[in-house]
Each structure stands twice: as structure tokens, then as C-alpha cells.
């Protein structure tokens, strides 16, 4: 019988040893699974990010030679780069104000000590207005209502968050309320499909705020987390169109007083300074909380993203670097900084300055 006890507890701490072990391999697989996706997303956000860095980094890199003298055709050199790389002339005169403080401020002469102090700028900039970020949590459903030009990528932009949500273990539903123009609910199904969502719609030319309100009650039966609702691309001149945005929020405050939690105003940055008045014209008429990007990866007109941000103080929210459904990232400061400035010349800079 001993002989018996003595078996039993050997195997027992035989097992115990082995799910310890086991547990740890799934740690150690878990944490390189999510490092290896960290970098995969890095590198997306690096090569999303080529034509802007071309235009606007290689460019810095450039005229920022080690050894150059910092001198009054250099800074103007600067401020041509800068607006050429549709930084905004609003935004780069302050970049260039602080440029030319902290040249007389520390007595810089070496123009490559420049570089990283227009980095850390950019980095500034990009980081003010992100204390406004509402939190999910405790909160549901959360609705985040869609709005912005024709074409700009809306119906894309909420089929890839469904996605991104829903890895994050969320409960999605999305509400089709682009029923103006034709096949828009095909086009947003085929997303849901793909994302592996429910979505609500109604025939074509229905009342989008019906659209909206039955989304949001399917939710709260369904105890969902967050929903998600598209709308029809209106130009901001549009009255009727405007007033259709403001009823879809009215109607829905019945079910839930403080909705829409968000209204994401989506931006095609290949459009340039054109997103910067489209924003200007949009905050105007409606609660814009936060911004998406889209389109960073066919454009050099990156630098936009950085007018933006100035100019508005509304986060940016998400970047679209491509058309796959993976393509939408969470806007990182720092994470796009570093993709956008991380080049062979930034290394050599960066070793001269520091030598
Ligand atoms: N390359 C690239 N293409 C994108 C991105 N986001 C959207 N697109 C493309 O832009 C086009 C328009 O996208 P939609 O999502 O239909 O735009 P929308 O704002 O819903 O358009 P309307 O409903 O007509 O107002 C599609 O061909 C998308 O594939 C992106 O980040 N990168
Ligand atoms: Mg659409």
C-alpha cells in the first residue's frame, strides 16, 4: 500500500511538473506569437509609410548633412520640405519657430543635430489630444458612428475594425445605414462576412436612422460591446445630408442617451491638403471625437497626418496602410514616428550627431 502511495504521488508530481512546463511553453509561445505580430505590424506600417518617407525623411536627411553649417538657407530649406511634404504651412511655421529658438537657444551649428530634434516635433505634435481618448470599458454598447466624403473609405475602414475588434475579443455588430446609394449594404455585408460579424440593414433608400436604432437595440438584447454604424459619403455642404447625420444620433440617444460614444470622421490622405478641409468642414457641423487615415500607402502626402493633428487636436485614431483586411492599424505616435524616420540615412545622422 505504501509502496502504492509512494507510485501515486511520483506521477502526481510528475504531472505537476509537466503542466508547469506545459504552461510556460504556452507562455514562451503566446509572447513571441504577439512579438512576431508586433513586427509584422511595424513592418506594414514601414512600408505603408515608403513614399511619404521618400518625400519627406530621405528628403530632412538630405539637407541635414553632418558637418553642414546651420545657417538661414539651410532652415528655409527645411520649410520647403516640410510644406512640400503637405506638413502645412500652419504647422510648419511653428515646427520652424521652435527650430530656429532651439538654434540660438543652445548655439547648434551642426545641421545634423537637427534631425532628431524635428523627430521629437513631429512625435510632439502627433501626441496632443490623445487624453481625450474615450475608454470602452464599462460602456456598452459602445457606438461608433462612421462619417465622411464619398469614397474616402468608410464601409473598408469598419470592416477591418470589426476584424481588429473582435481579435481583441470584442462583440461587434454593424449597422448598414449608407442606404443611399446602391449595393453599399452588399459591400459592408461582404466585410462583416470576412470579419465574421453580425450586421443590421434594411432595403435600399430606408430611413439610416431606423437602420441605426435597430442596431443599437439588437446590441443591448444581444449584450454586445460595441457597435459600429456606416453612413453615405455627404459632402459637408449638403444640408439634407448633414441633418440625416445629426437625426441617425437624435433617434439613437433614445436607447442611449450618450450615443454615439464616437463619430469617426474618416480622411483619404492621398487627397492631401483637401483632407485638412474636409476636416475643417466637417468638425464644424458635426461631434467629430477622433480620425481615421486612409490610403497612407499610396501616397507620399503622408506628412498630412501631422497638419492634421495640429490643426484639429482630434486624435487620430486609425491608419489604413493598404486594402487587405489587416491593413487598418491603431495610430501609434511614437510607433509612426519611428516607421516613418527609421532609414539608413537616419542611422548614419543619428552616429555623426552623436560622435
Ligand atoms: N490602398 C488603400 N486603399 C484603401 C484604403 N482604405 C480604403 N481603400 C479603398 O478605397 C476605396 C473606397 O473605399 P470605401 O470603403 O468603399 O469608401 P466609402 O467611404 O465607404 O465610400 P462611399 O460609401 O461611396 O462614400 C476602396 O477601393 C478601398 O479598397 C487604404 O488604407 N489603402
Ligand atoms: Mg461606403
Given at each position: 500500500m505504501a509502496l502504492?502511495?509512494?507510485?501515486?504521488?511520483?506521477?502526481?508530481?510528475?504531472?505537476?511538473?509537466?503542466?508547469?512546463?506545459?504552461?510556460?511553453?504556452?507562455?514562451?509561445?503566446?509572447?513571441?506569437?504577439s512579438n512576431t505580430k508586433e513586427k509584422l505590424k511595424?513592418?506594414?506600417?514601414?512600408?505603408g509609410l515608403t513614399k511619404t518617407r521618400t518625400n519627406l525623411v530621405n528628403r530632412l536627411a538630405g539637407a541635414l548633412l553632418p558637418g553642414r553649417k546651420i545657417d538661414e538657407a539651410l532652415i528655409q530649406e527645411i520649410e520647403e520640405i516640410l510644406i512640400t511634404a503637405d506638413i502645412g504651412v500652419k504647422t510648419t511655421t511653428a515646427i520652424i519657430a521652435s527650430v530656429r529658438t532651439r538654434v540660438r537657444k543652445e548655439g547648434l551649428d551642426n545641421a545634423a543635430e537637427l534631425y532628431d530634434f524635428i523627430k521629437q516635433e513631429i512625435l510632439g505634435i502627433l501626441q496632443?489630444?490623445?487624453?481625450?481618448?474615450?475608454?470602452?470599458?464599462?460602456n456598452k454598447p459602445f457606438v461608433i458612428m462612421v462619417v465622411g466624403v464619398n469614397g474616402v473609405g468608410k464601409t473598408t475602414s469598419?470592416?477591418?475594425?470589426?476584424?481588429?475588434?473582435?481579435?481583441?475579443?470584442?462583440?461587434?455588430?454593424?449597422?448598414?445605414?449608407?442606404?443611399?446609394?446602391?449595393?453599399?449594404?452588399?459591400?459592408?455585408?461582404?466585410?462583416?462576412e470576412r470579419a465574421d460579424v453580425p450586421i443590421i440593414k434594411q432595403k435600399q433608400g430606408a430611413d439610416p436612422a431606423a437602420v441605426a436604432f435597430d442596431t443599437l437595440q439588437a446590441a443591448i438584447a444581444r449584450d454586445a460591446d460595441l457597435i459600429m454604424i456606416d453612413t453615405a459619403g455627404r459632402l459637408h455642404n449638403k444640408t439634407?445630408?448633414?441633418?440625416?447625420?445629426?437625426?441617425?444620433s437624435r433617434v439613437m440617444k433614445k436607447l442611449k442617451p450618450e450615443a454615439?460614444?464616437?463619430?469617426?470622421?474618416?480622411?483619404?490622405?492621398?487627397?492631401g491638403q483637401n483632407a485638412i478641409q474636409q476636416a475643417k468642414e466637417f468638425t464644424k457641423v458635426a461631434p467629430v471625437t477622433g480620425l481615421i487615415l486612409t490610403k497612407l500607402d499610396g501616397t507620399a502626402k503622408g506628412?498630412?497626418?501631422?497638419?492634421?493633428?495640429?490643426e484639429f487636436k482630434i486624435p487620430v485614431r486609425y491608419i489604413g496602410v493598404g486594402e487587405k483586411i489587416g491593413d487598418l492599424q491603431e495610430f501609434d505616435p511614437a510607433e509612426f514616428v519611428n516607421a516613418l524616420f527609421e532609414t539608413e540615412e537616419s542611422h548614419s545622422n543619428a552616429d555623426a550627431a552623436a560622435q
Open positions: 502504492f502511495d509512494k507510485f501515486k504521488e511520483k506521477v502526481s508530481s510528475a504531472k505537476e511538473k509537466m503542466s508547469d512546463k506545459m504552461a510556460e511553453t504556452r507562455e514562451k509561445v503566446s509572447t513571441a506569437v511595424f513592418t506594414r506600417l514601414r512600408e496632443q489630444g490623445r487624453d481625450k481618448i474615450k475608454s470602452m470599458a464599462d469598419i470592416g477591418k475594425l470589426a476584424l481588429n475588434f473582435k481579435d481583441d475579443g470584442k462583440s461587434v455588430l454593424i449597422g448598414a445605414a449608407d442606404t443611399f446609394r446602391a449595393a453599399a449594404s452588399e459591400q459592408l455585408e461582404v466585410w462583416a439634407g445630408l448633414m441633418a440625416e447625420l445629426e437625426k441617425i454615439p460614444d464616437e463619430v469617426f470622421l474618416v480622411l483619404d490622405a492621398t487627397t506628412g498630412v497626418v501631422i497638419a492634421i493633428a495640429n
